[in-house]
């Protein structure tokens, strides 16, 4: 009797054979990136293969730098190294800017892998609709081993604690962030296997004549005293999300 499809059909079931009939693990078998939380509709995403010049990077002095790396990589060859300065008070960080999208649920993605202690790992979504900026800020803290978002006034709110990540060689962590930016709040955050609830959590906004886009920034704040180095790989725009 056959698993699926009718034996008489054109495609009929076999032994080893099984029809696939989702179109997100078509994908992943075909070797895309969008492998950890495949919800939502992708709009951008990228790997680092063609280099950093659809990003725009900030590297402070004594010792930050921004530039490709072969040494680790989530998927491919190259992932993004950001490396801190030697003060400790200034991130280095990537960023992306997207034109405004159509207004939907809106999701961010990145996976990363520490070389060593960071000071912190900061994730910010900044959607421009002409009129305001909202801010959505995801911060883990390396130094207190938690999770917070910025609130509606700008404070820093805890999400979990006891959060430490491993630093095992080529072991990349995956954040994700998914937003209401129609109604401007937080959803929920995904970091590894756990996902955080922030659903109705009204986000931080201000007004700002900046033409409409969207933004993802990730910043990483070292240590003072050290060089500290992450590595970032597969960068993922979604919109659509499920809420």
Do not use: C
Not at 16 to 22: G, L, N, P, Y
Request: net charge negative; proline share 5%.
């Amino acid at each position: 009797m056959p698993r699926d499809l009718p034996d008489w059909g054109a495609l009929s079931a076999q032994a080893t054979v099984h029809e696939v009939t989702d179109m997100g693990e078509l994908a992943v078998r075909l070797g895309s990136i969008v492998t950890h939380d495949r919800r939502g509709d992708v709009i951008w995403f990228d790997g680092f293969e063609d280099g950093l010049e659809k990003w725009a990077t900030f590297a402070p002095a004594d010792g930050g730098s921004v530039d490709l790396s072969t040494v680790r990589a989530r998927n491919g060859q190259y992932s993004a190294r950001l490396v801190a300065d030697e003060n400790g008070a200034t991130g280095t960080r990537i960023d992306k800017t997207i034109p405004y999208p159509v207004e939907s649920p809106m999701g961010a993605e990145f996976s990363f892998m520490l070389d060593q202690d960071i000071t912190q790992l900061e994730l910010v979504f900044d959607i421009y609709d002409g009129v305001r900026v909202t801010e959505y800020l995801i911060i883990w803290s390396d130094a207190d081993n938690n999770l917070t978002y910025s609130d509606v006034g700008g404070d820093p709110q805890e999400i979990a604690a006891g959060v430490d990540l491993s630093m095992t060689p080529n072991l990349f962590h995956t954040m994700k962030l998914v937003v209401d930016m129609v109604n401007h709040a937080y959803v929920r955050l995904i970091l590894n296997q756990t996902e955080y609830s922030l659903a109705g959590i009204a986000a931080w906004n201000d007004p700002d004549p900046t033409s409409a886009a969207l933004r993802v920034r990730i910043n990483m704040v070292g240590r003072a005293g050290e060089n500290d180095v992450i590595r970032v790989d597969d960068v993922i725009i979604t919109q659509n999300e499920p809420v």
